[in-house]
């Protein structure tokens, strides 16, 4: 846990602030606007990380030698769906597919400042050195804004029926994420092996169906405790504000 090389050193801390900074900037300039104009900053993450993926996806059909490994079965792909659903559909549609992006995102920036290797590889050792390094920082930080963002524009307001969705979207990627990695023999997010020791000695002693039920019950896991903490959090300030009047 928190290994990082040197480029982490430099490239992480200084991306966050960039996107911190971006963040604090639209909230002044958008605080009193209406939630409508408050979304276009997700919005266009949205549509960005759909071009990134495309981009990425003829590249390595053109340009690069193609492995089933640039196929969108990552965990982080979801978000190439999962983003434009939350910002795009309207009313129950919506209010369903909003949590899945702001808690599964937060998942991931735990997992790239925690354990970066294990998200980046060693992309941030030259950002600018070749079209993966590029892509993977980008991509991968597409999630981070589009946490900050949610949170500083007030984007998302958890209800109590939210934890549905949240374990729906894990359960629907495990649904063909699972059987594609063993069809293609790819380890996509870790279902084959385990980067993390602890788990791997877990796959090792106890096979591989004992380990693939923890992967994705800690997945769920937490992903519920983040929505909770966020919950509390969202009615301890409502019922602060209420006091106020």
């Given at each position: 846990m928190f290994n990082w090389?040197?480029?982490?050193?430099?490239?992480?801390?200084?991306?966050?602030?960039?996107?911190?900074?971006?963040?604090?900037?639209?909230?002044?300039?958008?605080?009193?606007?209406?939630?409508?104009?408050?979304?276009?900053?997700l919005k266009v993450l949205a549509v960005f990380i759909v071009l990134l993926e495309a981009s990425k996806q003829i590249y390595y059909n053109f340009f690069e030698p193609f492995t089933y490994y640039i196929l969108p079965f990552h965990f982080c792909s979801t978000f190439i769906w999962l983003m434009p659903l939350a910002q795009f559909t309207?009313?129950?549609?919506?209010r369903?597919?909003?949590p899945m992006p702001i808690c599964y995102s937060l998942i991931v920036i735990v997992l790239i400042y925690a354990y970066?290797?294990?998200?980046?590889?060693?992309?941030?050792?030259?950002?600018?050195?070749?079209?993966?390094?590029?892509?993977?920082?980008?991509f991968h930080h597409c999630m981070v804004a589009y946490f900050v963002f949610s949170v500083l524009l007030g984007n998302y307001r958890p209800q109590k029926k939210d934890w549905i969705p949240l374990i729906a979207g894990i359960g629907f990627y495990a649904l063909y994420a699972v059987p594609v990695a063993y069809a293609l023999k790819i380890n996509y997010v870790n279902i084959l092996k385990s980067d993390f020791a602890p788990f791997e000695s877990i796959r090792v002693s106890?096979?591989?169906?004992?380990?693939?039920?923890?992967?994705f019950t800690v997945a769920v896991v937490s992903v519920l405790v983040i929505w909770g903490i966020y919950y509390a959090i969202r009615r301890l300030r409502d019922k602060m504000a209420a006091k106020k009047f």
């Open positions: 090389s040197k480029g982490d050193v430099f490239v992480l801390p200084l991306a966050l602030a960039f996107i911190v900074f971006t963040g604090v900037v639209l909230w002044l300039f958008l605080r009193n606007k209406s939630e409508r104009a408050r979304s276009i900053p309207v009313g129950k549609a919506q369903f597919f909003k970066p290797r294990v998200l980046l590889g060693n992309s941030t050792a030259n950002v600018f050195g070749s079209f993966h390094n590029a892509h993977t920082i980008l106890s096979g591989q169906f004992v380990y693939n039920a923890l992967l």
